[in-house]
């Protein structure tokens, strides 16, 4: 039951990200010149991971002060 709050707010930034994420890989690479689409997916992807890569090193580090 105390699992409860921090679940429904994973729940709600889990959904709301995962619209905003695909609505920018849908609109963005329409946004740029038709030579430039592949290099603008391609680089979505990269910020993506890095993004994704940052977060995950920052969760493990505050569970270590955490703790």
Known sequence: AADGPPDAALLVLALSN???MTAI????PAA????DRPAAGALL????NVG???GSLASVHI????A
């Open 32 to 35: 740029v010149a038709p030579a």
């Open 18 to 20: 995962g619209w905003l």
């Open 25 to 28: 890989f849908v609109r963005a």
């Open 45 to 48: 992807t990269l910020w993506l």
């Open 63 to 66: 569970m270590q002060l955490v």
């Open 52 to 54: 994704l890569a940052v």
